[in-house]
Structures are given as C-alpha cells and as structure tokens.
C-alpha cells in the first residue's frame, strides 16, 4: 500500500495505518510529516463506473460552500482518482483528510446537527448532475439490485435453512415474509419525486466536530450515492434509530434539522413507513447476496439475521410514533 501511495500519489507518501471497521472497504490513514490523507481499497467490487460516479459527485459537493465538508478525491500523477492495484484488480484512491470524530453509538446529541445536514445535502444534490448514469439501482429495484437473491432463493434460504442458520429459522421466516410484502408493494413508489441521494447516512457514515460533538462536521462514504427516492434519505435514518435510548427524543431532533430544509410531500411521509422496512431488507439481501458469493462467512450473516429480524420488531411498534413526529415538525417548520 505505501508504495502505491508513492507511485500514485507521491507528495503525499508516507506512513499508513489501518482503520478498523467497515463491511465494504479497506480504510488507511496515510501520515506524513506535513499532512495526512486517507486511503481507501475497494473491496467488494471492481468497477470503475461506480467509483467514477461516486468521484464525479464528490467533486461537485466540493466546490459547494456547505456547513459541513465531504471527502474529495485526490488526483494522481496521471490526474485520475483511482488507481487499480495488483493482480486481484482492486481499486484504490485517496482522499483528504477530514478532523473530527466518530459519534459514540447511544449519543444522540448531534441528531438535530445530522438533520440539518442531511436536509442541506438533499438540497443541494438535487441541483447536481454528475453527467455519467449511475450504476446502483433505487432501492425499490430490490430484484434487479440483488440477482442472486430471487424470490425461489430467498424462500429455500429462509424456509430451509442449512445448518449455520437452523437456529434461525423465526427470524429468517420474519425477514423473508417482509421480503414478500416489500416485493408485492414496491411498484407504487415510483411515482414520488427522485434525485441524487446518498443512500446510506447513519452515525458510521459521519463525523462530529470534536471541540463541539454536537456539531456535524463531515458526511463520508459517498459510495452508495445514485439517483432514488428523495425521501428515502430519511427514512434509511430513521429506520436506525429505534430501539436505542432515548429513541423519541433523537427522532424528534432529527426530524426538526431535517424539516428546516426540506418538506417533504404527503405521499412521501405516507411512503416513510414501508420505506424503512425496505431499507432493512435490503442490508438483509446485501448480506445474503455477500454470503452466497462467498465474500463472507456465515457467522456475519448469522449475525446480520438475528439484528435485523430485532430491528423489524422494533420498525412495527415504532412506526407510528415516527410518522406523528415527523408530520409534527414538518408542520412547525411550514409555520417559521
């Protein structure tokens, strides 16, 4: 890796250490005796329209004057913001370096600071047009997103499970009988407004400012960014924050950041509550698809299974209350 880092990007060459963490990429930061960058390995993937896609928005983002910043590519000598390494066919590229902190997991003081950005983000993505088409599909495109997760693989997996899963056959029959419900309703939610999303903001994917944590400083992880549903950015937040201390508290701050900026349609909240619960299936069908192709263990899927069949648990008792929140601040923020 360093000597990629030299050959590629050499003013910034140096030491790197490895960051733990991440299901999806390898992450390094490289230090040097003036500055520091961060590297990062693709690892579940070798195409480069993703990645172009990805880099041509970050670029944009960062002409942008925005409250908080987002990783920028840097090119290298041959001015590109990749390079493919080794034998394996890999990418790797490099990105400046962002100060701040990741939030610890049951602090909720940022949540109105993440709304606000959140709700800048999609205010401004919905004003850039990158010029290239993505490659990621919405979310609602659950079939043609996960090819290997047909609904005759989905039902054997969950009704049949072999042995790793067969002390999960309660939650793999939970998950798979919402994969159905999803699957049957998904048609109708083409009709709301689309733009450029994110698509996978959580407390992981951002960085606070570490003299003021309830300040967000940074959005990362741009990887997932395509065109969908515009309120599907909250909904993939929302649908993370139950279940965890004071969850109606850090659900009402988020909704009000969020509100400031962006009003959403009465179709869009309507849509919030079956959005939630397609973004859990997803990460569910992510998994599965990670362990049918043989990029993970069973163990990570064991895992992934048990959380999330807890998590749709949670997303029936809690909706509701969800929806009255967000109605609430939506309606506040019109009267300002």
């Avoid at 990158?130 to 054997?156: A, D, H, I, K, N």
């Avoid at 959005?275 to 895992?303: A, C, N």
Wanted: hydrophobic share 40%; glycine share 6%; proline share 4%.
């Amino acid at each position: 890796m360093e000597a990629i880092v030299s050959q590629a990007w050499p003013e910034w060459s140096g030491t790197l250490r490895k960051r733990s963490g991440g299901w999806n990429n390898t992450t390094y930061f490289v230090e040097n005796s003036e500055k520091r960058a961060v590297l990062r390995i693709y690892d579940t993937h070798k195409d480069r329209n993703k990645i172009e896609f990805e880099h041509a928005v970050l670029q944009q983002l960062g002409q942008r004057v925005l409250r908080f910043k987002v990783p920028v590519p840097i090119l290298t000598t041959t001015g590109e913001t990749m390079v493919q390494i080794g034998e394996n066919g890999k990418f790797a590229c490099l990105f400046q370096y962002l100060d701040g902190d990741s939030p610890m997991e049951e602090e909720g003081s940022y949540l109105e600071s993440f709304g606000e950005a959140t709700g800048i983000l999609s205010e401004v993505l919905s004003a850039i047009d990158p010029g290239l088409t993505p490659v990621y599909r919405p979310y609602y495109e659950l079939q043609t997103s996960y090819p290997l997760c047909s609904v005759e693989v989905m039902r054997e997996l969950c009704m049949n499970p072999p042995e790793p899963f067969t002390d999960l056959r309660d939650e793999l029959m939970m998950l798979f009988n919402a994969y159905e419900d999803i699957i049957g309703s998904l048609n109708e939610l083409e009709g709301l407004p689309h733009q450029l999303v994110h698509g996978d903001l959580n407390a992981s994917n951002l960085l606070v400012n570490s003299e003021d944590p309830v300040q967000v400083s940074s959005l990362l992880d741009f990887e997932f960014c395509t065109y969908d549903l515009r309120v599907m950015e909250p909904a993939v937040i929302l649908s993370g924050l139950l279940g965890h201390a004071e969850a109606e508290k850090k659900i009402r701050d988020f909704c009000r950041g969020f509100s400031r900026y962006i009003r959403l349609t009465p179709a869009e909240i309507n849509a919030i509550s079956e959005l939630m619960m397609l973004r859990k299936i997803d990460v569910f069908l992510h998994f599965v698809s990670r362990y049918l192709e043989g990029t993970d263990e069973y163990q990570i899927l064991h895992e992934q299974t048990k959380r999330l069949s807890a998590d749709l648990i949670q997303l029936s008792a809690g909706t509701a209350e969800i929806l009255v929140i967000l109605q609430g601040e939506q309606g506040s923020a019109r009267r300002l």
